[in-house]
């Protein structure tokens, strides 16, 4: 059995952070341990919301605790997401060091979510400490368009460009670039991209892009959990993208045919575990 421990927000009503991740890696088949940067009565795209964020350093004594039963070398991967505050960045990469210290092959997911053009509230100096110091200690990062970008300094606006992005941040430590949402100027508007970089590969796949009035909050969340639960499942990276891709469309699909804002992910939890609708990858040379 996989364990991933899952450092993410936790919001009691909808789906974001924890509460878009943990339910779907449990779902196919590989045990989460979460432990949530804040607590919040619902996203913070509604426009208000109340709850707090965790102190960073209880962040750190809860693995301790888990450290002191003699269980935290099963930590097969540690993946982060939203984070509440710039010392829970800080907590975060003492907690990886803490994990890799008893278990050497665990992989750390760095989900670098920053905001701003999605509208998620982060706080400021998060960005920062993404920027320089996570890609650092990553085995992948998993970051959308604009965090790519910000993420490397650089302008992208087609696939080429993003791949050449992708490979220079693999430069920097991370040996995987999952970006859940690119925005390429050559593919038709109605297509959502997704793009998996290796230091020596370059996957491409599109699945439809659902009219929302408003996009459901989650899809980015939920993504990089379905990928790093395929990848420890055994699937290569282009099987881990080809299934996320397919997994988050059925969700949004599904969300979209019920008319809803939030995301329908118990509805469409057999999907998530056994897509029936694929999209398949191509690769991209770059050059």
Known sequence: MNNVLSIQSHVVFGHAGNSAAVFPMRRMGVNVWPLNTVQFSNHTQYGRWTGSAVDAGELTR?????GAIG???RCNAVLSGYLGAPDQAAAVVEIVRMVKAVNPKALYYCDPVMGAATGCIVEPGIQEFLVTTMPGISDAMTPNHVELQKLTGRTIETVEEAVEACRELIARGPKVVLVKHLIDRNSRADTF??????ESQAWFAQRPLYPFARQPVGVGDLTSAVFLARTLLGDSVRGALEHSLAAVNAVVKTTYEAGRYELEIVAAQEEI????????ALAVHAE
């Not at 575990?273 to 398949?280: G, K, M, Q, S, V």
């Open 71 to 73: 269980v935290l070398s």
């Open 273 to 280: 575990a056994h897509p029936t609708e694929l999209f398949p």
């Open 62 to 66: 809860v693995i301790e605790g888990v």
């Open 193 to 198: 991209n997704m793009l998996a970089v290796t």
